[in-house]
């Protein structure tokens, strides 16, 4: 089977299965900075200059692949006896 050009940008998807109004986003990971852009329909107030030049949607994420531990191989280390000192501290001087 050969594929030409045209038919392999053609992006055809079932009618009244998807959301009209797909549009370029940029989503960016707000714990490292990492910026990509993306096709979607998420509704955002915000806009960014990106590398083209062009102002496009921006959508904040807490956290993509970039800095998620199962795809970085990084275990984030969470110190539990602090915080529980930091509150048994706090509310003893309520008692």
Known sequence: MIF???FVNQRVMKKGLHPAGYRLVV???MSNGHSFISRSTAPSKETVKWEDGNDYPLVKLEISNTSHP???GKNVLVDTAGRIDK???KYEKNK
Do not use: N, V, Y
Request: charged residues 50%.
């Open 27 to 29: 989503f960016k990971d």
């Open 87 to 89: 509150f048994r501290k």
């Open 4 to 6: 030409t050009r045209d």
């Open 70 to 72: 199962f795809f970085t």
